[in-house]
């Protein structure tokens, strides 16, 4: 049994781990206005595909004992600056920004970026 | 010279001919949506951006160009992550079943086959064209030059 | 039939005649684009993108039922025919041939219509119709009387070679989307396209001059447009003077016409109406397209003399780009009225209250004493039941439950039957009111010709063999025929169109060799083996003026006590009565239920909001809609679309006098709030 170490600056809230996990030990909980991702403390299996999937590098495995509890992250959701609807963690909008400030793409156009995808495509928004 | 989805939005007419056609050739989910306003309306799909944010947030590569210059999801490398779903400014990628993104990618297997993306063939008014800039503007400029008289 | 492989077929919808290939492959269907057909460069709109889901939907009959009670039982094929037969003979001995009523379907093959109606006139009942009565009936009888067919004169495609194109009452980007191509190519040279119609549609965003006129005053238009081009010198003379005849009795007629009363009845400025004459006249090619909004009227036969009247009198017929376009809705309405499906037409428009005519009939059908015609029109058959006159009908591939006004008075009309046989794919609204309900084929599932409207006659070939037992029109008519001792045998299709070849003129040359060879189908009129076929009408000939007869009864009950005037139309993603449409998932959840539209004025003067219901009463009927809140609907006007029961049932109009067709268009109703 390894440890599971999860990073809550890291993490951004996706999904790629918990669609990863051949298991299902990743749980993602949908609230109204949040999104929780619960971790095991430990995983019996030998494979790293958590720590492999992750876009942050947020999840580590170790040799060493397990904690005895798991690790439920909270994410608040974004509201689409249109429609109203949450839309996705307001850490993964962030952590776009980040990626796209690196290659000149976010500037002042970033604005869509409040918008749901389905508010994006109306030009009047 | 390459062709590629040109949009002539003042002759869509939200007939949605191309989203029951997208939907029809790709399992039951379109790509493509028509967008309505009170004056007009028009498809939205993948643009296919010369500098794609997907492409640059994608953090396992899975997003690339093919030699059409199309941006094309590669679905072995994608993790499911959902990040070029928020990162496109068009809302054009959607996440199906919270895990797959569906885009158009130029209905590659049609185009390798020699034939034509399916919103184009089908589009009624002609709004959605599948043609290469030149050409496309060779037939503007034989329109300009035979005018009503 | 093959498998695995393509067959090519009509587009079972709208008139516009698109043509695509079904592909089989084991159990699944899909279809191939024909990027070189003409109508429209292989394109398809929604619903012939989602016809290929029609074919294996869960809900087609699949065995002929009888009804016993309140309860459908499955019959075997010979035994629902013969008890079919047996029940038609007897109404026929005890009330004679002519209580029986036929309606034809509009959506089956030349072939099919042609021995439905020759099954009607050799049982002995004159009363065989379709709906065209219910839209274009109007065109019919004026293009026939003035120019010498009820037809549309150009090709589709042809539009593009139009410099003006003036659209009246059509809302052609919704109902025939295929046609806005061509549209816009002409934009493209620099067209000018107008658009008259009390809505601000999808269409009239095409417009570059957009006359929102009052609903029915389209005449006062016409003639007002008539009489600036007349005052103007903007007439072709030439053509006036070596092409038709009877311009004196109009010039006239428009001299003593008020434009100023007329200018105003229409709503519009003298301005706009001046723009749209010259534009129209003085173009070197112009187009006329129009459709529902000018024939669904009790004037509508009148308003299509007067769209003939502007085309004859500045010479915009019978060249590329010059042609009046009535736009025909279903696949093929034009075969079924070419066929003679109709109370007053025999099989190529011979009049069938026409001793001579009823007589070259009888020798080639081999049997005298056809019955004299005109007989009942689709509205009146089902007024005749209630009346008793008509005790048995025969229904193939129709709707008149949904389709027809006064729909609750249809619905009385068919429980009063005797006996009532429908044919039909579905268990549609009125399929229920059947005492036999047979399951026909569907377009995919057998093969025949159709004729869009265009005139182009097309061959579309079976893809595949239906499932259950559902049996080909054609050859159920037939099985009908020989058990009602009609004729000993079945036609093929081959046959039957052979016996088309010879009884109808303008189809004398479209032979199946001919047909299935042809890429493109043949346009009629083509007379022999030899003839090419015609696709511009009217290249030679004289026409003829009508002098204008025509008043506009307003009652003036509109915006007193919530009376709004009620427009029933079409939405894109659905088609006619909705059997097929509101059945497939890939068009209803688009619209799934009738919303009415509503001004939003007039719904705040009414302290309504979008969603909220209200009750809509007509004077035989009412409804209960949702309304929508439309900023494209006039003030008080309705805009309810017509695919989903219950519509017509709000609709009461009066008919027009020369082609029996009811005024949709004319309905008005008043408004509850709930």
Same mark, same amino acid.
């Given at each position: 049994m390894?440890?599971?170490?999860?990073?809550?600056?890291?993490?951004?809230?996706?999904?790629a781990c918990s669609l990863a996990c051949p298991e299902d030990y990743i749980k993602i909980e949908e609230a109204e206005s949040e999104i929780s991702v619960e971790f095991p403390p430990g995983c019996d299996m030998q494979c790293t595909k958590c720590v492999d999937i992750c876009p942050t590098h947020a999840l580590t495995l170790t040799n060493d004992t397990p904690e005895k509890k798991s690790v439920k992250l909270w994410f608040e959701m974004a509201e689409c600056e249109a429609c109203g609807r949450f839309f996705a963690p307001k850490m993964m909008l962030k952590y776009i920004i980040r990626r796209l400030e690196d290659t000149g793409l976010a500037d002042e156009k970033i604005a869509w970026l409040m918008l749901c995808p389905t508010c994006r495509h109306s030009i009047s928004h | 010279?390459?062709?590629?989805?040109?949009?002539?939005?003042?002759?869509?007419?939200?007939?949605?001919? &191309?989203?029951?056609? &997208?939907?029809?050739?790709?399992?039951?989910?379109?790509?493509?949506?028509?967008?309505?306003?009170? &004056?007009?309306?028009w498809p939205v799909s993948c643009r296919h951006c010369k500098v794609a944010p997907c492409i640059h947030v994608c953090y396992r590569e899975a997003i690339r160009y093919d030699e059409r210059d199309m941006v094309i999801i590669d679905e072995n490398l994608c993790t499911g992550c959902g990040l070029c779903e928020l990162a496109c400014p068009f809302g054009a990628i959607t996440m199906v079943e919270k895990q797959k993104p569906s885009k158009c990618d130029g209905c590659q297997h049609l185009v390798l086959d020699g034939k034509t993306p399916i919103c184009a063939l089908t589009c009624p008014s002609g709004a959605i064209v599948y043609e290469s800039i030149e050409a496309y503007e060779k037939q503007t400029r034989i329109s300009f030059f035979s005018p009503v008289r | 039939m093959k498998t695995g492989s393509k067959s090519?077929?009509?587009? =079972?919808?709208?008139?516009?005649?698109?043509?695509?290939?079904?592909?089989?492959?084991?159990?699944?269907?899909?279809?191939?684009?024909?990027?070189?057909?003409?109508? /429209?460069?292989?394109?398809?709109?929604?619903?012939?993108?989602?016809?290929?889901?029609?074919?294996?939907?869960?809900?087609?009959?699949?065995?002929? #039922?009888?009804? %016993?009670?309140?309860?459908?039982?499955?019959?075997?094929?010979?035994? @629902?025919?013969? #008890? /079919? @037969?047996?029940?038609l003979l007897d109404i026929k001995k005890r009330y004679g041939a002519d209580s029986v009523g036929f309606l034809a379907s509009a959506r089956a093959t030349n072939e099919e219509i042609y021995l439905f109606q020759k099954l009607a006139r050799l049982f002995g009942s004159p009363h065989i119709d379709h709906c065209a009565r219910l839209c274009h009936a109007p065109s019919l009888v004026a293009l026939k009387d003035m120019l010498g067919s009820g037809a549309m004169t150009n090709p589709i495609s042809d539009l593009a070679n139009s410099d003006c194109?003036? +659209?009246?009452?059509?809302?052609?980007?919704?109902?025939? =989307?295929?046609?806005?191509?061509?549209?816009?190519? /002409? %934009?493209?040279?620099? /067209?000018?396209v107008i658009v008259a119609d009390p809505r601000r549609t999808?269409?009239?965003?095409? @417009? $570059?001059?957009?006359?929102?006129?009052?609903?029915?005053? $389209?005449?006062y238009l016409l003639y007002a447009m008539m009489k600036v081009i007349v005052d103007r010198g903007l007439c072709d003379y030439q053509f006036v003077r070596e092409?038709?005849?009877?311009?004196?009795d109009l010039y006239r007629w428009l001299h003593s016409f008020d434009l100023k009363e007329a200018v105003e009845f229409t709503g519009l400025s003298e301005r706009e109406i001046v723009a749209a004459a010259c534009h129209y006249a003085e173009a070197y090619s112009a187009a006329l397209i129009y459709c529902m909004g000018i024939t669904q009227h009790r004037n509508g036969t009148e308003n299509v003399r007067a769209c003939a009247n502007l085309a004859l009198l500045c010479g915009k017929v019978g060249a590329p780009g010059s042609g009046i376009f009535p736009l025909r809705g279903q696949n093929n309405v034009q075969g079924a009225c070419d066929m003679g499906a109709l109370a007053d037409y025999l099989p190529g428009y011979a009049d069938a209250s026409n001793h001579m005519e009823l007589k070259k009939l009888s020798r080639v059908w081999e049997k005298s004493d056809l019955p004299l015609g005109p007989g009942y029109t689709v509205t009146e058959m089902t007024n005749a039941s209630l009346n008793g006159k008509i005790k048995a009908m025969v229904i193939l591939g129709e709707n008149p439950v949904v389709s027809d006004p006064e729909a609750s008075g249809v619905? %009385?009309?068919?429980?009063?039957?005797?006996?009532?046989? +429908?044919?039909?794919?579905f268990m549609t609204e009125t399929a229920r009111y059947a005492d036999i309900l047979l399951p026909a084929a569907c377009w995919a599932e057998k093969e025949g010709s159709y004729t869009n409207t265009e005139r182009r006659v097309q061959w579309s070939e079976k893809a595949l063999d239906p499932d259950g037992d559902a049996k080909p029109d054609l050859w159920i008519i037939g099985e009908l025929g020989k058990r009602l001792k009609i004729w000993g045998y079945t036609?093929?299709?081959?046959?039957?169109?052979?016996?088309?070849?010879?009884? +109808?003129?303008?189809?004398?040359?479209?032979? =199946?060799?001919? #047909?299935?060879?042809?890429?493109?189908?043949?346009?009629?009129?083509?007379?022999?083996?030899?003839? =090419?076929?015609?696709?511009? #009408?009217?290249?030679?000939?004289r026409f003829k003026f009508h002098t204008p007869q025509f008043a506009i009864e307003d009652k003036g009950k509109i915006g007193k006590n919530n009376i709004f005037k009620l427009i029933t139309g079409r939405l894109v993603v659905h088609y006619n009565s909705g059997s097929m449409s509101r059945r497939l998932s890939e068009l209803f959840p688009y619209e799934p239920i009738a919303s009415v539209s509503i001004n939003p004025e007039d719904a705040a003067a009414l302290g309504l909001k979008n969603g909220d219901e209200v009750k809509l009463i007509g004077e035989s009927g009412e409804g209960i809609f949702q309304i929508r809140l439309d900023v494209s609907v006039p003030p008080k006007t309705l805009f309810l679309p017509f695919h989903f029961p219950g519509v017509n049932d709000v609709v009461t109009v009066g008919l027009d006098t020369s082609s029996r067709t009811p005024g949709f268009k004319d309905a008005e109703c008043r408004l509850e709030v709930v």
């Open positions: 390894r440890k599971l170490i999860v990073s809550s600056e890291k993490c951004v809230g996706c999904r | 010279m390459k062709r590629l989805l040109l949009i002539r939005a003042e002759r869509c007419i939200r007939c949605r001919a &191309c989203e029951v056609a &997208c939907a029809r050739e790709h399992g039951g989910q379109s790509r493509i949506t028509v967008v309505e306003t009170e &004056c007009i309306a | 090519k077929v009509i587009c =079972p919808f709208c008139g516009a005649g698109c043509a695509f290939f079904i592909v089989t492959k084991g159990n699944s269907l899909n279809i191939e684009y024909i990027s070189d057909h003409p109508v /429209a460069l292989g394109a398809l709109c929604p619903k012939g993108n989602s016809s290929i889901s029609i074919v294996k939907h869960p809900d087609r009959l699949k065995h002929p #039922l009888v009804k %016993k009670g309140n309860e459908w039982i499955e019959l075997p094929w010979n035994d @629902a025919l013969n #008890l /079919a @037969a047996e029940k194109i003036f +659209v009246l009452g059509s809302n052609f980007a919704e109902t025939h =989307p295929v046609v806005s191509r061509w549209v816009w190519d /002409a %934009k493209d040279r620099g /067209a000018v999808i269409t009239t965003r095409i @417009a $570059d001059l957009h006359l929102q006129l009052r609903s029915g005053s $389209d005449p092409r038709t005849e009877g311009f004196d619905k %009385k009309a068919l429980e009063k039957l005797e006996f009532l046989l +429908v044919i039909d794919l036609p093929r299709p081959d046959e039957v169109l052979r016996e088309i070849n010879r009884v +109808v003129p303008q189809y004398g040359g479209i032979t =199946p060799e001919r #047909l299935r060879l042809s890429k493109n189908g043949l346009i009629w009129p083509c007379q022999n083996e030899s003839h =090419p076929g015609t696709p511009i #009408l009217h290249q030679s000939g």
